[in-house]
């Protein structure tokens, strides 16, 4: 059976600077706490605390005092900044780049719905770690949609100015923008502002062509991965014979009868190592 891993899974710019920097930290003796994980993946969680970073929750972090604290590429709502400030508490801000100038767009355009009573809106995941930065630049007044069903949270009869969530799916994001545009009361101002990060958005065509071009397609990634779920969707859409794992463990034989080859590709928060380590799994039959 022949087993491909895919070259262009993996781990994106932003993630692969926060390990980094979380690597460099750790090696030069740092005793370095993450303000929750600093990817969504578990298996790289627990190689980075093997060597010594310790993940903390946000109530763990306003007790602590003169520490050092990764903020990940997921990026902190302006809280963050003032506890660490009050507890003499060392950032090293790990911010995605691309989160960042969203960050500081929203920020303005918070400023601006202030003085027109316009709507900021957010389509993005409720909860999730980057949503949680981006309300939080806009003062916590910001709606957050987490798809086109929610519509009736909005009220079109005011301005709306909307922003996406970066790991979003740029065809969910048109058709938001399409069903605001038909609601929106005419003459009333709409700004629709494109900021899913291509890097993300186009690995889902480029994952269509490789789910069609294997019999068995293994996707490797953290169960609690937005981004993951939602290309591991793309693969199901063109090959029914797609399965999420989390390690080499969760691999089953049973998936790989009749099969002639097998693809391994992962999201975003997936790294190169882990997705080698399941596709060698594979070919050696260490299945369960």
Not at 27 to 53: C, F, M, P, W
Not at 152 to 181: G, M, N, W
Not at 206 to 219: G, N, P, R
Request: glycine share 6%; proline share 2%; net charge neutral.
């Amino acid at each position: 059976m022949r087993v491909e891993v895919d070259e262009k899974s993996g781990c994106c710019f932003g993630v692969i600077r926060a390990i980094e920097k979380a690597e460099q930290l750790l090696d030069s003796g740092v005793a370095l706490y993450s303000l929750g994980e600093i990817v969504h993946n578990s298996v790289e969680v627990q190689r980075l605390t093997s060597k010594g970073l310790r993940v903390i929750n946000r109530e763990e972090f306003a007790q602590l005092r003169r520490a050092t604290v990764l903020i990940r590429a997921h990026g902190e709502p302006p809280q963050t900044y003032e506890t660490a400030a009050a507890n003499d508490v060392t950032l090293i801000d790990a911010t995605c780049p691309v989160v960042l100038h969203l960050q500081s767009n929203i920020s303005q355009s918070h400023k601006k719905a202030k003085e027109t009573g316009a709507q900021l809106v957010i389509f993005g995941q409720r909860g999730h770690a980057e949503v949680n930065g981006l309300v939080g630049q806009a003062k916590g007044e910001a709606a957050v949609l987490e798809s086109v069903d929610e519509l009736h949270l909005l009220d079109f009869s005011r301005p709306i100015i909307l922003y996406s969530q970066t790991t979003k799916s740029l065809e969910q994001f048109a058709l938001l923008c399409s069903e605001v545009r038909r609601h929106l009361q005419p003459g009333l101002l709409f700004e629709a502002h494109d900021t899913v990060c291509r890097q993300v958005s186009h690995r889902k065509p480029h994952l269509h062509s490789f789910a069609k071009e294997h019999d068995v397609i293994v996707f490797v990634s953290g169960y609690n991965s937005s981004n993951g779920k939602e290309l591991y969707q793309a693969c199901r859409e063109v090959n029914e014979r797609s399965y999420m794992v989390q390690d080499r463990e969760d691999l089953r034989a049973a998936w790989f009868e009749g099969c002639r080859s097998a693809g391994v590709c992962g999201a975003t928060s997936t790294p190169r190592w882990l997705m080698e380590r399941v596709a060698k799994a594979i070919k050696t039959g260490a299945l369960a």
